[in-house]
């Protein structure tokens, strides 16, 4: 019998990196769809996989949906990426991203507690949960949370919910406490792309700038397509718990810049950046970086793209997108 795993959040980068990886594990692939009228499938057709993931209809708000796809299907692994992601609109939407991140996933839970108790549950929690902590060091699986935005308050509510679910009902459900993690099918508003997509452009001459609100804060950025790799170890293992997921290497955003400039042999770009205070936050979470000791030892995942060579891989599929639409005029 092939083993079978329900995403939801298919079309965003990480899913389709997962379902992927799965794929070529043999697994069958159900996909948890939410738009109907116009829906993207630009990510799982860039991967090539879009012919293999079956679709089903649902949306984490409506849990009637959430309680037919997970009755239907009875998975054996669900892996609930799905979520409002962006830092930055939280704000703006906080009860739409408190619904969707956090009673989304309360919703999800229990349509798996009473129909499919079995199976495993993955959330897709974030380094956004540390916020101010430990920002002058490393943060690990013991660091405490001090969130900065509505988007990291709500992912502390759905952490805490999958622990709940496991220490109560003793149902296999892990948290994987992912930094940040970039690829070609990264969102164009998220700071990564934005910049590679800006470079590429540049490079082209069909733009002379970029357009950021702060240069300074620090992530530890590693490759999403070595990540969800994490998130399938961590419901293999014998006891479910929660990991740190990280390169262990930090990097500002204008070093972020720089580097993508260099991949084009551009040394001079600070003359191509303009900062823009609309691009700020209201509360910034200054410097991120992992401990992975943890996932190292317990899970053997260690990242493998380092950060120069996954800024070049952004960099080059931008221009190679921008190269393809240019020929076809
Ligand atoms: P993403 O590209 O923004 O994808 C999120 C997906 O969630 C989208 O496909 C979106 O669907 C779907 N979605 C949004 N609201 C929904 C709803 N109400 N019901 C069902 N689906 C909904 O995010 P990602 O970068 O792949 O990240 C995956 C997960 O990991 C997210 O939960 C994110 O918060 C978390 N995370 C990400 C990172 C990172 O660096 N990438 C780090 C730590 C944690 P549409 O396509 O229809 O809009
Ligand atoms: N998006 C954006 N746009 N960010 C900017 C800009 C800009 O013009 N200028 C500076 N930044 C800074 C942000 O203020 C932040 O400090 C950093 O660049 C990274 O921003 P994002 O790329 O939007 O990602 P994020 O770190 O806020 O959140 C991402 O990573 C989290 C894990 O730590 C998202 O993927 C979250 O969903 C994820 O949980």
Redesign the pocket.
């Known amino acids: 019998m092939k083993k079978s795993a329900l995403i939801?959040?298919?079309?965003?980068?990480?899913?389709p990196y997962l379902a992927k990886f799965l794929l070529e594990k043999d697994y069958k692939i159900y996909g948890?769809?939410?738009?109907y009228s116009n829906?993207?499938f630009v990510n799982p057709e860039y991967l090539g996989i879009q012919d293999q993931i079956e679709y089903v209809d649902?949306?984490?708000?409506d849990e009637s949906s959430l309680i037919n796809v997970i009755k239907s299907i009875r998975p054996d692994e669900v892996y609930?990426?799905?979520?409002?992601?962006?830092v930055g609109a939280s704000w703006q939407q906080a009860k739409l991203t408190t619904?969707?991140?956090a009673v989304?996933v309360l919703s999800l839970l229990n349509a798996v507690k009473f129909f499919s108790p079995t199976s495993k549950f993955y959330q897709?929690?974030?380094?956004?949960m540390f916020g101010l902590s430990n920002s002058d060091g490393f943060q690990d699986e013991n660091t405490p949370f001090h969130p900065r935005s509505p988007?990291g308050i709500s992912?502390v509510y759905a952490y805490w919910m999958t622990v709940n679910f496991r220490e109560s009902y003793n149902m296999f459900t892990c948290n994987?406490?992912?930094?940040?993690?970039?690829s070609p099918?990264?969102?164009i508003q998220?700071v990564t792309r934005k910049i590679t997509d800006g470079v590429a452009q540049i490079k082209l001459g069909l733009a002379d700038h970029i357009i950021l609100g702060n240069l300074e804060p620090k992530r530890d950025w590693g490759f999403?397509g070595d990540y969800v790799e994490a998130m399938y170890l961590m419901l293999q293992q014998d006891e479910p718990d929660d990991f740190v997921i990280a390169t262990g290497e930090t990097h500002s955003v204008s070093e972020f810049v720089e580097a993508a400039f260099a991949a084009v042999g551009i040394s001079n770009w600070k003359q191509y950046i303009k900062i823009d205070p609309r691009y700020k936050r209201p509360a910034e979470v200054p410097h991120l970086r992992g401990r992975v000791d943890k996932a190292r030892k317990k899970l053997g995942w260690k990242p493998k793209v380092a950060f120069e060579e996954l800024v070049k891989i952004m960099v080059e599929a931008d221009i190679a997108r921008y190269t393809i639409k240019k020929s076809f005029g």
């Open positions: 939801t959040g298919i079309l965003g980068q990480d899913g948890l769809l939410r738009r829906p993207s649902g949306d984490l708000t609930n990426l799905a979520a409002q992601s962006f619904e969707v991140n989304g897709a929690s974030t380094s956004e988007y992912k994987g406490i992912l930094f940040n993690h970039e099918l990264r969102g998220f999403a």
